[in-house]
């Protein structure tokens, strides 16, 4: 059985991270699971409902891509995006484009170039750029400015990489977070990675869009349906990571569907209205405290939730909504979605 979302709203069926199979470890702890092989994690995925998977390249490197396309397929799985890790490596502590030391830098571009091909392989068309480690944990440890020149740099680097190879086929999805690993991020936020791309080589920047994560905005404090509905004004939502977060704290990538329902359903309107057209994945953590045999229990909640909401978006009546807008009734139309979210 696959969840798959009904309407004209992408290709409807969900996907999830292999990282969202972990081990459990956090920074106070260990894993309290058994890690499973990153490539016996695509049948898991198939099985919890998944359509696709997304994977780092520490998790599934160039040399793996053909025996993890095979494995995919086998199972019915399509890669939804792949993305390049500035993060994992100790080499990227202080980040990859936007490290003081010019060999790093170097040495980014040379994985993301690598990542666009190993992008090609596994057949997807999304490539991610997490910000990662690309910020600050002191002020004036860098330069902001000749960062920001950096970042500019490394993504017309990597945009004109691809397009001189591919063409138009790989599209590009800066995903933003404001801290976390770092004290500060760079792309911290929506806008932030909207401004970056406006600053792009004319030719490519058709070529860059945004991977909004909910979560992230609301580690920002930041509501994340108008981040969303602002990334589809500007036509860039290319790719969606949805999950749940409790309030402004540490990173909890919670089952998506947890803790604002009534935001999460207004979040389903706004794409079911702008037809987004591309793949929408969970980017959910299997808790630590959950038994191996219960480490997708994350992905059948957050699919479920996301089910229903959705079911119950597609009979939101936008008539009643215009009209309520109409009559500056605004208290009124949160009554509305919640009588939609709880009324039978
Ligand atoms: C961290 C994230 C990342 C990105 C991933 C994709 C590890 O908060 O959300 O997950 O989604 O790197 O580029
Ligand atoms: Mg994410």
Not at 36 to 49: H, S
Not at 284 to 308: E, F, G, Y
Request: net charge negative; with cysteine.
């Amino acid at each position: 059985m696959r969840y798959t979302l009904s309407g004209k709203v992408g290709p409807g069926g969900l996907g999830a991270g292999v990282w969202n199979l972990g081990p459990g470890g956090d920074p106070f702890g260990g894993p309290t699971r058994d890690a499973i092989p990153i490539i016996d994690r695509l049948p898991l995925l198939a099985e919890a409902g998944m359509s696709y998977y997304e994977a780092h390249d520490h998790e599934i490197p160039a040399a793996d891509a053909e025996k993890a396309k095979a494995k995919a397929e086998s199972v019915g799985l399509k890669c939804a995006m792949y993305t390049p890790s500035f993060f994992a490596d100790k080499i990227f502590k202080d980040g990859g484009m936007t490290s003081n030391d010019a060999s790093v830098r170097t040495l980014a571009g040379d994985n993301a170039r690598r990542a666009v091909d190993t992008t090609v392989a596994l057949g997807a068309n999304v490539m991610v750029f997490w910000n990662g480690r690309e910020g600050f944990d002191f002020v004036l440890a860098k330069d902001g400015r000749e960062s920001f020149k950096r970042l500019v740099a490394g993504f017309n680097a990597v945009g004109h990489y691809s397009k001189d190879k591919y063409g138009d086929k790989i599209r590009f999805a800066i995903e933003p977070k404001p801290n976390e690993p770092r004290a500060n991020m760079y792309l911290a936020n929506v806008g932030e990675a909207l401004y970056l791309i406006s600053r792009l080589d004319n030719d490519i920047q058709h070529l860059f869009g945004v991977n909004p994560e909910t979560a992230h905005s609301r580690i920002a404090g930041l509501d994340y349906v108008w981040d969303i509905e602002m990334a589809l004004e500007a036509n860039k939502l290319f790719h969606i990571h949805l999950n749940a977060q409790d309030g402004q704290r540490y990173d909890q990538d919670l089952p998506f569907g947890y803790t604002e329902p009534l935001k999460d359903l207004a979040l389903c309107v706004v794409l079911q209205d702008a037809k987004y057209d591309g793949i929408v994945c969970f980017d959910v953590k299997a808790p630590r405290t959950d038994d191996p045999a219960n480490i997708t229990d994350v992905l059948h909640v957050s699919s479920k939730n996301l089910l229903w909401l959705w079911e119950r978006a597609l009979k939101v009546d936008r008539k009643k909504i215009a009209d309520l807008r109409a009559a500056n009734r605004s208290t009124a139309i949160a009554g509305y979605l919640a009588e939609c979210l709880y009324g039978h």
